[in-house]
């Protein structure tokens, strides 16, 4: 990718299960943002962390960010057969501001 | 919440034609776009980014006169893929970044446009 790896590549729950998606990046960033795409789809925005934040929460969304390590990860927690998407995160450059995609993890919940 | 709106949602063309893609923002100003390339099950690959009122600045190996980005007002954004061939075929992308808020901040998206050349 342009930017960084997720990992995995796929992931299959069953609902009601907790879903974690890793993402590694490249280089410093300003902050790293999740998105979701459903399948032939545009993106939906999830969530935005800051470089100079460790966690955030959103509903059932819960993201870490480790700058030293340049990882973040992503908790679904309680999925949903819903929930059934692909899942990027993007990361925006120290000094840039255009948007680079992770590879991305296709999540399947199933009911 | 802000609207991208991206025309047409799919089209299919025939080797060697141009075909022009329309990304705008319909509730928002936006004074960069960008547009993203996606194959099946693949990531987003970012081609270009599109500046209202100056010259779009391309990735490295996108081809600018292959895809023809304009930027004519605060709203609309357009891709043109010239003398389109199979290898063209693919799912674009645009997004945009509300002008009020700042940079950095999250983009919107359409909802991408599937070009197939026979």
């Known amino acids: 990718s342009q930017q960084g790896e997720e990992d995995p590549q796929a992931l299959s729950i069953q609902e009601g299960e907790n879903a974690t998606m890793n993402c590694s990046y490249k280089t410093s960033i300003n902050n790293l943002q999740w998105y979701r795409q459903n399948s032939g789809r545009g993106l939906v925005h999830l969530i935005l962390?800051?470089?100079?934040?460790r966690e955030k929460h959103s509903g059932r969304l819960r993201v870490t960010l480790d700058t030293s390590k340049k990882s973040s990860s992503l908790l679904i927690t309680a999925s949903r057969a819903a929930d059934t998407a692909s899942y990027f995160c993007?990361?925006?450059?120290?000094?840039?501001?255009?948007?680079?995609f992770g590879t991305g993890t296709r999540l399947t919940v199933i009911p | 919440g802000a609207v991208v709106s991206q025309h047409p949602s799919w089209v299919i063309c025939k080797s060697g034609t141009s075909v022009k893609i329309e990304c705008r923002s319909l509730?928002?100003?936006?004074?960069?776009m960008f547009w993203y390339r996606q194959f099946p099950k693949q990531s987003l690959m970012l081609m270009a980014t599109s500046n209202e009122g100056s010259k779009a600045t391309y990735e490295q190996g996108v081809e600018k006169d292959k895809f023809l980005i304009n930027h004519a007002s605060l709203t609309l954004s357009t891709l043109t893929v010239t003398s389109a061939h199979p290898e063209d075929s693919s799912f674009y992308i645009c997004s945009a970044r509300p002008l009020a808020g700042g940079g950095n901040g999250e983009l919107f998206f359409g909802e991408g446009s599937r070009l197939t050349v026979l």
């Open positions: 962390i800051r470089s100079n934040e």
């Open positions: 509730d928002f100003q936006a004074t960069t």
């Open positions: 993007a990361t925006v450059r120290t000094g840039a501001n255009n948007l680079f």
